[in-house]
């Protein structure tokens, strides 16, 4: 563990500012990232007009947002892990198998985030691509990913998140959530209802190392154009399933 001497306290503040702007919030002013980091109005200010200095951000005088550049620090990292490029070639052959899109993600907190994504066709208002994040707690790979932990950790994650529905489909009670959690166990695969966006299912499984060990999350997210988000399971779940045996044998 390194001393507290080695620690760039400037980088890590840094970093919380960067980590404040997202798919909600492009947009923020001083005032905004200071109320969403903790940092004091002067530490945030300083560290927004550096991003802006350095390429990182465009500021219109009272707004700042994030500019392309900064997909440079995560883009990189995302290609190198082998993750990533195991999974992209199944993802590609189910993709076109199934023709709907595929994504493999992994839990960070209370959110997912994207690792591989092979894209038949746009489903969603927003484009997802690796580096993209997602709410944990409704949807379908989030769920498959709390319902490997602890279920002591999964509560309390579900307990950490903003529940504020996204659309009327939306669950919204901790206990109502961990009982779909609870389901996704026994199961093993999640389905959502168009509960992060209307017109959306999706159905996800989660993806085995070779030691049994659940290490991310495969889904398939499609239009809701069948009679019910129970028809997922037959169109979808076996060929998710064969992906995720195939993978077993070689995910580390």
């Known amino acids: ?3 507290k001497t080695d620690i760039i306290g ?3 503040k840094g970093l919380q500012v960067i980590e404040a702007f ?3 919030q492009p947009r923020l002013s001083i005032s905004d990232v200071a109320a969403a980091t903790g940092l004091d109005r002067a530490t945030a200010r300083r560290c927004l007009l550096t991003l802006h200095d350095l390429g990182y951000a465009d500021y219109d005088g009272k707004f700042f947002t994030l500019t392309a550049r900064v997909l440079r620090l995560g883009m990189g990292a995302l290609a190198a892990m082998p993750l990533a490029q195991l999974v992209q070639p199944w993802l590609d052959q189910l993709s076109d198998r199934i023709g709907q899109s595929t994504s493999v993600s992994i839990l960070d907190g209370a959110q997912i985030v994207y690792l591989a994504r092979a894209a038949q066709r746009r489903v969603m208002s927003i484009g997802l691509m690796p580096g993209s994040r997602l709410p944990v707690h409704c949807t379908s790979m989030g769920r498959v990913l709390l319902a490997a932990l602890p279920r002591d950790q999964a ?4 307990e950490a998140c903003d529940l504020t529905p996204r659309t ?3 669950l919204t009670d901790p206990a109502e959530i961990m009982a779909r959690i609870d389901a996704a166990r026994d199961q093993g695969y999640a389905v959502i209802d168009q509960e992060v966006e209307p017109g959306l299912r999706s159905i996800a499984v989660p993806l ?3 030691h049994g060990r659940v290490i991310a999350a495969l889904n398939t997210g499609v ?3 069948q009679s019910g988000a129970g028809d997922l399971t037959g169109l979808y779940l076996e060929p998710l399933l064969k992906v995720q045996e195939g993978l077993r044998r070689i995910l580390r």
């Open 208 to 210: 085995y190392s070779v």
């Open 168 to 170: 009327p489909h939306s």
């Open 22 to 24: 997202g798919a909600d």
């Open 10 to 12: 400037s980088l890590g």
């Open 155 to 158: 509560r309390a994650i579900i």
């Open 223 to 225: 239009a809701a154009v």
């Open 1 to 3: 563990m390194a001393n």
